[in-house]
């Protein structure tokens, strides 16, 4: 038989990626350092060199998040896949989830526990001590919104009440201070691409004993056997057990890449890389109201440092803002997400990122395509 579709023009012509500034809210960009580890050879998924990178990834995670916990691993994938694998290893038919909104992915971990369970909104504390549900997820930085919410007490009132504590740090981790142990956090993931300046595809997720044991009461098998935990945690080499057998073809070089953004930001030092966020963010955002833009998030204490809500300026189409970025600046920032589509501009720095020189860029960008886009007089 003959072959009726030919091979495209398109792969005939070499590869071409652009060098942007990535200031939305992720990925961010990736340091040459962490570029050059991911480019390093391919080897066999299991290893042992690359059992030995993935024991260094777990001790980078365990740093990173706080925490001695020993389930600790990265997920084939990303934030989502970190995400469900949390809720489908510890939900079952018949449990309750109880989310706080606060934008889309408290949003989307409702749409996710709606698959299994049913679900309840209401305060914190109401919704606890009423409907006992088996799971409270909360994202700490919600990027949509730029909200960073407090964390303190939470887990503590979740166990009051035999419930876990699930946390979203995808735009937090690594850009604000966060303590597994000491906040009582059951279940904490991030992603790779956003203050870790890692490529997207994998994700950092640690279970506390006490989740470990809701685990492994289950009476159902998890929705997803590509996410199943103990499939997962023998892999890592996490369950003590003297072999490790093959569940999927782990994302090598992409490990490369993650155990080298981790080294990076052991070499800065976590409290460093906290306070370096939080002083440029501030910086930020006295430049821009010094230009007239006014901050989303009114509340300074809530503000998150990595990604940066502004309200989209009257008059102007903010869609012609960051295109004219893009093209004039070759650098880019968005809009909003979710419940902020429409009303806000997002900028993200985070990581290497995250610097005054880069803050004058941006602050510089929107001065001109305040200049140059099209304001309507209404």
């Known amino acids: ?3 009726r579709v030919p091979p495209p023009q398109s792969l005939r012509e070499a590869l071409k990626v652009p060098d942007r500034y990535m200031f939305g809210p992720g990925p961010s960009n990736v340091p040459p350092r962490i570029l050059e580890a991911g480019a390093r050879p391919v080897i066999g998924h299991m290893h042992p060199e690359i059992f030995e990178i993935m024991s260094d990834i777990k001790s980078g995670i365990q740093y990173l998040f706080q925490t001695q916990n020993k389930m600790t691993f990265a997920v084939s994938g990303t934030g989502h896949s970190a995400m469900e694998c949390a809720i489908f290893n510890t939900v079952e038919p018949g449990d309750s989830v109880l989310t706080a909104v606060n934008g889309i992915w408290g949003e989307r971990a409702a749409e996710m526990a709606e698959r299994i369970v049913s679900l309840y909104h209401l305060t914190i504390s109401q919704a606890l001590s009423k409907h006992r549900p088996a799971l409270f997820f909360l994202a700490h930085g919600e990027s949509s919104t730029g909200v960073l919410h407090p964390l303190d007490g939470i887990g503590q009132l979740c166990h009051k009440y035999n419930c876990l504590f699930l946390v979203d740090s ?3 981790m690594g850009g604000s201070p966060l ?3 000491q ?3 059951d279940i904490l993931y991030t992603g790779s691409q956003k203050v870790l300046n890692a490529p997207p595809g994998t994700a950092p997720i ?3 004993e006490r989740a470990c044991r809701k685990i492994s ?4 098998k998890p929705l997803s056997f590509f996410l199943d935990f103990n499939w997962l945690t023998n892999y890592w080499g996490c369950d003590d057990k003297p072999t490790r057998v093959y569940h999927h073809t782990g994302p090598v070089t992409a490990f490369y890449s993650l155990r080298e953004s981790l080294a990076v930001l052991c070499e800065e ?4 890389s906290w306070e370096r966020h939080r002083t440029v963010a501030e910086y930020f955002h006295a430049g821009l109201e010094n230009i007239g833009l006014k901050l989303f998030v009114k509340d300074k204490q809530v503000r998150l440092p990595t990604v940066t809500t502004i309200i989209a300026p009257h008059g102007y189409d903010w869609k012609e803002i960051t295109s004219y970025i893009m093209r004039t600046h070759n650098l880019e920032i968005s809009g909003g997400l979710g419940p902020s589509a429409g009303l806000v501009l997002r900028v993200g720095l985070m990581g ?3 610097s005054r020189t880069n803050v004058d860029m941006v602050l510089s960008a929107l001065t001109d395509a305040l200049q140059h886009c099209h304001r309507s007089k209404v």
């Open 269 to 272: 030092g976590l409290e460093a």
């Open 206 to 208: 640690s279970f506390s």
């Open 1 to 3: 038989m003959s072959l």
């Open 179 to 181: 303590h597994m142990d």
């Open 183 to 185: 906040q009582e956090i």
């Open 170 to 172: 995808v735009a937090s």
């Open 217 to 220: 009461s289950r009476k159902t």
């Open 352 to 354: 290497c990122n995250s």
